[in-house]
């Protein structure tokens, strides 16, 4: 029996992307996950991790969507992720979370990421602005 062809972590994605915009959800996820091992750097696992919450957010399943931006999160922190984080708490109710997510953004996207540039501030702190007017109203 002939060994079955690895996949790369790209041809996983473009496979898991597939199933999911054919609303395959469990075979996307299935692509994700087993892949998931076989990744060879942080920002392979990174990349995987944070398709597996998109699929989860997809299906409107944002507790399992929220645990997967966190372990990317964990894996590497950027804006991105972080960003992920806080949206996706925001969708599955947990403001606090949120709150502390999206104020964290303010810190590191200036300082790690892009620099602490005037835009740089904005790109961070309107996501913030704009959860503390939606869910903070007075």
Do not use: H, W
């Amino acid at each position: 029996i002939p060994k079955q062809q690895q996949l790369t972590t790209q041809q996983a994605l473009d496979k898991a992307n597939d199933a999911a915009f054919s609303e395959n959800y469990t075979a996307a996820l299935k692509t994700l996950e087993d892949q998931l091992p076989k990744a060879k750097t942080v920002d392979e696992k990174v990349r995987l991790q944070t398709n597996i919450g998109v699929v989860y957010a997809r299906q409107a399943n944002y507790a399992k969507a929220l645990e997967a931006f966190q372990e990317a999160r964990k894996l590497k922190e950027t804006y991105g992720t972080i960003k992920s984080v806080a949206d996706m708490a925001v969708k599955a109710g947990n403001k606090e979370l949120a709150l502390s997510s999206y104020s964290f953004s303010l810190v590191v996207v200036p300082l790690k990421t892009i620099g602490p540039s005037t835009s740089s501030i904005l790109v961070c702190i309107l996501p913030l602005l704009s959860f503390i007017g939606t869910n903070f109203d007075t």
